[in-house]
């Protein structure tokens, strides 16, 4: 029989009760990653509309992004035709439905535009005659007989490159950083203070990895870090590609490694959950049973597969999931609200709800107020039992929800990168 040795019962013991009780919740919106260059929806605007068909890439196995740099797809004719049609769709829908109007060009709202035409059959004559005009155009005879197959590529290709403009190769770098990150001095001052004190919930409405990479590598912040995945027991892999010089050879080689699959389980006292969705988000569905799952992939993690046991020839085997070729990511400002009902991104916001309610005090630093979903929780699951909430943003957003609640409302101006840590600290009492 094992018998724990007393002092570390005790010391257990003593760490249970130095945990924390108390909960903060933060939100984050797109202005918190602009400290780190990210951009914003304007330039994200600005750059697919005046793209070219040579200004991205889209490979023969759909994986497709903005070219950055000086390479060019050895095979790029081979998808001249669907890089066409990205380019002439966003400039008819522009034409047509914004009257020209390029500045009036919303990447969200048009997000909703064709996935309304895929998914609930409308738009159905502007851009069926729009699909005719091209493919006689560019001389496609019977080679596409359905609008629905060029919007279904599209659809993929638009997903893939907004997402390409959020990833930047640092976030993937496994680093440690002594001290605060780069212009997130403060909030990093600020956050190592509070989880001294606090369980701290970390909400973000953003597609990027930033906050990925800062709690898992600056100091203060990895030994409390949690989002919900986890790769220890993952079944699932991806086939990572490597290339070696040896013997002055070119040695290719494929390798299988795990990823982070999601367990809804959050173990510790930092916190983390996107809410819409990140760039290195994938959804699996299960061939057997329609289970739809969601893991991590690390760059250049390619095919996915599942191991597993197969019981009629009493062996493990891999089999490969159906994975789509994009991020999972919520977009649209009408479809991405249908999609909160779907059973991850439904988990993640019974999470911020309960986060919501548990909380004392609410830090928001670069939303803008403008999501209605978002909006309707906030209300209905904080600011209804009166607590109050600080909002870090470069102006004060304009909002009917600030103005319904605006007692409860406390306004920093500037950056993340501007406000100094005593700011927090005096918000929640430290």
Avoid at 7 to 18: C, G, M
Avoid at 334 to 360: C, G, M, V, W
């Amino acid at each position: 029989m094992n018998i724990i040795p007393e002092n570390l019962v005790a010391a257990f013991k003593e760490r249970q009760r130095l945990e924390p009780t108390r909960q903060i919740s933060f939100l984050l919106g797109s202005g918190f990653s602009r400290a780190d260059k990210m951009p914003l929806v304007g330039e994200i605007n600005a750059r697919l509309t005046g793209m070219g068909v040579d200004d991205f890439y889209l490979r023969q196995d759909m994986s497709a992004g903005f070219y950055n740099g000086d390479y060019r797809d050895p095979n790029a004719k081979m998808s001249t035709i669907k890089r066409r049609f990205a380019v002439a769709f966003i400039q008819f829908y522009i034409s047509s439905v914004l009257d020209g109007a390029v500045g009036n060009f919303n990447y969200e709202v048009f997000f909703d535009y064709f996935n309304e035409f895929f998914y609930e059959k409308r738009h159905q004559d502007e851009i069926t005659g729009f699909w005719e005009a091209f493919v006689r155009e560019n001389n496609l005879g019977n080679r596409f007989d359905k609008p629905r197959q060029l919007i279904s590529d599209f659809l993929n290709l638009f997903n893939q490159l907004v997402a390409s403009l959020l990833i930047r190769a640092r976030h993937y770098e496994n680093a440690s950083w002594t001290g605060a990150y780069t212009n997130y001095e403060y909030f990093c001052i600020a956050m190592n203070g509070l989880l001294k004190e606090r369980i701290v919930n970390v909400h973000s409405l953003n597609h990027d990895i930033l906050f990925d990479w800062i709690g898992t590598n600056v100091t203060g912040f990895w030994d409390y870090f949690t989002d919900g995945f986890s790769e220890m027991e993952s079944p699932y892999y991806g086939e990572l590609r490597k290339d070696y010089r040896i013997d002055d050879r070119d040695v290719y080689k494929t390798y299988k490694v795990r990823v982070p699959k999601y367990t809804g389980m959050y173990n510790n006292r930092l916190k983390f959950y996107k809410l819409h969705g990140s760039v290195n988000y994938y959804a699996l569905t299960l061939a057997e049973s329609g289970e739809q799952l969601m893991v991590k992939r690390d760059y250049g993690v390619g095919e996915m597969y599942r191991e597993h046991f197969n019981e009629r020839i009493k062996k493990f085997e891999y089999d490969s999931p159906f994975s789509r070729q994009y991020p999972s990511y919520l977009t649209g400002t009408t479809q991405k609200i249908i999609r909160y009902a779907e059973p991850f991104y439904n988990n993640l916001f019974d999470h911020f709800k309960s986060n919501l309610k548990n909380s004392e005090q609410l830090i928001v630093i670069g939303y803008g107020f403008q999501d209605k979903g978002i909006n309707e929780i906030l209300e209905t699951d904080y600011l209804k039992t009166g607590k109050s909430i600080i909002v870090i943003d470069v102006r004060i957003p304009s909002s009917e929800l600030i103005d319904k609640y605006k007692d409860q409302f406390r306004f920093e101006i500037g950056s993340v990168s501007d406000i100094h840590h005593d700011v927090y600290y005096k918000y929640i009492g430290l």
